[in-house]
């Protein structure tokens, strides 16, 4: 199994032993990083003779509180992991496993050292926290396999973190977590030595925290009526609203189980923008006094608090209670997006602009990001933003989390502010992961596990006395399109690992192909552990070819981690470790029943769904399997019904929508049918909304129009009905002239038809 990359590893590591610049220690990492498939990688890990073997009679030492706590926690970890229940004592016994607090030992903050021989296993570190993360180094090492016996490799580790801030944040605004789900990602940050648990409990279509000054933040502020079809009970058209707040009760626990973990939560209350739940539970805060609802759309909305006296007071009375529940040392107060149209088209704002002598909009949000920044510190906090609040100039000790690329990062270090590095292009986990028409809904730009690995968070830029200001990096899980925790999941597993390896492992030691190699163990966890690890990733993908009317199809098959044991069948049972092994690109016959999976150390990575080949499948192509025409804002849709159960998913650029078939094969094709579905437009483009182009209609409803080439001559035209069918699609047929065997085919559909949008399903050749 995987020997490409045990290949690749030994490669790598003869190659060092040769460099001048080579440390032993990270020599020995890189040979057997694979075998011992830890994540993050150690610092400094030396393999030694022998193992340790772990059975349910091996007494677990550990005295004082703090070392009994971790104890507990590992005995935890390999019940839940290993079905195995081991016992904590304080009394010293022989063949033990011993967790000690040495607070004499010089370590660095957070580090532990594990030693393991046949004859025993002792972590140690000054700290709980250093010795919480070497439980969790011996629980990796105690999970490398799912064999019945535990045989724990012997090594010596000395390990500390390279940055402080390892962290993750979730968007419970967009769409809402139960308590235990929440509970669980902070459990599965601490497997990943992640520390830093960043939570986003307001925005326009949410207000998620109990305020108990301000009931309607979560009275009003915490439901919306979904957009559309899923906005509304079928049966009586009456409208359903999403509704979700974590009470202040519920939040001390969550607060309480992540410092368990050694995790701290960043609560983040998002000002001047992302306003718009909270301003619709009181209007005075807002800059119209309009009545508004809670936001059901997505993108960036116009919608910002007022800056009267009483709504700076309103917003220091909401911190006053967060830092209350919120222990940890930062308080995030957003800062983004914050479009300036409503201060702009206020008099009143401009009136109070100049009472405040902010010379323009941008001045007036640093006036108010400086005032909350006074607040957090006469209450011994620091305040993090986005680093929009750079503009108009930062506050004093203001922390900047750079998401609009490292630039805002780079920009605040040296001004001497402590940074967060947190690129939208490197770590915005919603952008998808995969090009697999199986992604679930996200967004465009497609950023790989290997993208996200290859994140250095130090911009090679930055001077080197200033580098101490990054102080590490965050993955952030927007949720807008993830309606379920399973898909939250998905957008986190495994991506997280690759985070979690580059704020811990030192730079030198960080290696892909090991980290490949590491991966499939990794999962092996997941999946003891209940943790939904996103599938699309290792899913074996075919690429089909075939003669037109032939009687044979040609496949090749291929991984997106180009892992090499690939297995199939043919005959729609599930592959196993001993199935047919891919050895190359093979013909089948027609029809063919098709199942592949990519294997490691006898398990499958991923599902193997079941793919159907047949002549029709073959004049087909799925949504997914289109271009997009002009790709200005592609994004991955979900259809905004059925209320309950399973909706489909479209990729649709909301610019332009339109879509290409590149090099299609019309020879000896008479007619094309398109399914198309309906979604609701439910989008704020702020600024970038004239960029959206409707194209004209020349009938009631507007039309399906299928061009040669995007500038190309139109080869149909079909009328489109009022509304889709009873199932929400509609099946469009129409005769086409065109020939030969390679043919762009651009399909779009015509209209103005806001507040929905026709989008492309599936497009099928029909033969003559
Ligand atoms: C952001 O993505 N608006 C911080």
Redesign the pocket.
């Known amino acids: 199994m995987l020997l490409r990359y045990r290949f690749a590893v030994l490669l790598a590591s003869g190659l060092c032993a040769c460099c001048a610049t080579a440390q032993p220690s990270d020599v020995a990492i890189t040979t057997q990083q694979a075998a011992l498939s830890l994540i993050p990688l150690p610092a400094k890990l030396v393999q030694q003779q022998g193992s340790f073997r772990i059975s349910s009679a091996t007494p677990v030492l550990a005295k004082g509180e703090a070392a009994e706590t971790v104890a507990h926690q590992f005995v935890d970890y390999l019940h839940r992991s290993r079905s195995l229940d081991l016992v904590v004592s304080a009394d010293p016994k022989p063949q033990a496993i011993e967790f000690a607090i040495k607070a004499d030992i010089a370590a660095s903050p957070e580090g532990y050292a594990l030693e393991v021989t046949p004859q025993l296993i002792r972590v140690t570190a000054a700290d709980s926290r250093g010795l919480f993360y070497g439980a969790v180094t011996l629980w990796q090492l105690a999970t490398l396999n799912d064999s019945k016996s535990i045989q724990v490799p012997a090594v010596r580790i000395q390990d500390a973190p390279r940055f402080g801030w390892r962290g993750l944040m979730l968007d419970s605004a967009r769409h809402f977590q139960s308590v235990d789900q929440v509970k669980a990602l902070i459990d599965a940050m601490a497997l990943h030595k992640l520390n830093t648990f960043h939570w986003h409990l307001t925005d326009d279509q949410g207000w998620r925290v109990e305020i108990k000054r301000y009931p309607k933040l979560t009275g009003t502020g915490g439901c919306r009526i979904p957009a559309g079809d899923g906005g509304r009970d079928p049966q009586t058209d009456a409208p359903v609203p999403y509704c979700g707040f974590y009470t202040q009760e519920q939040i001390r626990d969550v607060v309480r189980y992540a410092a368990e973990r050694h995790i701290t939560i960043v609560p983040e209350i998002d000002v001047p923008g992302?306003a718009q739940a909270a301003v619709a539970a009181y209007p005075e805060l807002g800059v119209t006094g309009k009545h508004i609802h809670v936001l059901n759309e997505w993108g960036v909305n116009t919608t910002l608090f007022n800056v009267e006296e009483n709504t700076f007071q309103f917003l220091e009375n909401v911190l006053a209670e967060l830092i209350e529940l919120f222990p940890g040392t930062y308080v995030h107060v957003?800062g983004?997006?914050a479009v300036k149209d409503q201060w702009k088209a206020s008099a009143r704002v401009q009136e109070r602009m100049r009472e405040l002598g902010a010379k323009d909009e941008m001045a007036m949000q640093s006036h108010l990001i400086k005032r909350l920044e006074k607040f957090l510190v006469a209450h011994h906090r620091r305040l993090i933003g986005?680093d929009e609040i750079l503009e108009g100039g930062l506050p004093a000790e203001a922390t900047v989390?750079s998401?609009?690329g490292i630039e805002g990062g780079l920009e605040a270090a040296n001004q001497g502010h402590d940074v967060v590095m947190s690129p939208?292009s490197e770590l915005?986990l919603d952008y998808l992961q995969t090009d697999s028409p199986n992604e679930p809904p996200g967004r465009p730009a497609t950023i790989p596990l290997k993208q996200v690995y290859a994140f250095e968070p130090i911009p090679a830029a930055l001077a080197a006395d200033k580098r101490a200001h990054i102080l590490g990096l965050q993955a952030?899980t927007?949720t807008e399109h993830m309606r379920s925790y399973a898909r939250v999941q998905h957008a986190i597993f495994p991506r997280i690992a690759a985070v979690a390896e580059t704020g811990w492992t030192p730079a030198q030691n960080k290696d892909w192909p090991g980290f490949v190699a590491r991966l499939p163990t990794q999962l092996q966890r997941y999946r003891a552990l209940g943790i939904g690890y996103a599938q699309t990733p290792f899913e074996v993908r075919s690429t089909l070819s075939a003669e037109r009317k032939g009687r044979m199809v040609q496949v090749a098959l291929s991984n997106s981690l180009d892992y090499d044991d690939m297995r199939y069948t043919l005959d729609g049972s599930v592959p196993g470790p001993t199935s047919t092994a891919y050895a190359g690109p093979f013909s089948l016959p027609l029809p063919a029943r098709l199942r592949a999976a990519v294997f490691a150390d006898g398990q499958a990575l991923a599902d193997a769904p079941l793919q159907r080949i047949d002549a029709t499948t073959l004049l087909t192509r799925t949504n997914a399997a289109l271009a997009m025409c002009t790709g200005a804002l592609m994004l991955r849709l979900e259809d905004d019904g059925p209320l309950q159960g399973e909706r489909a998913i479209f990729n649709v650029d909301i610019f332009n929508p339109c879509w290409e078939w590149k090099a299609a094969n019309l020879q000896d094709i008479a007619s094309i049918t398109v399914r198309a579905g309906r979604i609701p437009y439910y989008f704020q483009l702020a600024h970038d909304e004239p960029a959206r182009k409707f194209k004209p209609a020349k009938s009631a409803h507007g039309e399906l129009e299928i061009r040669a080439g995007c500038d190309g001559a139109v080869l149909a035209t079909v009328p489109l009905p009022a509304s889709p069918d009873a199932d929400g699609f509609v099946t469009l047929k129409a005769p086409i002239e065109a020939t030969g065997t390679s043919q762009d085919l651009c399909l779009y559909f015509t209209g103005d038809t806001r507040p929905t949008m026709w989008v492309l399903d599936q497009v099928t050749l029909q033969p003559r």
Do not use: L
Request: proline share 0%; aromatic share 34%.
């Open positions: 992302h957003g983004d997006e986005w989390m998401w609009r939208s915005y952030n927007w």
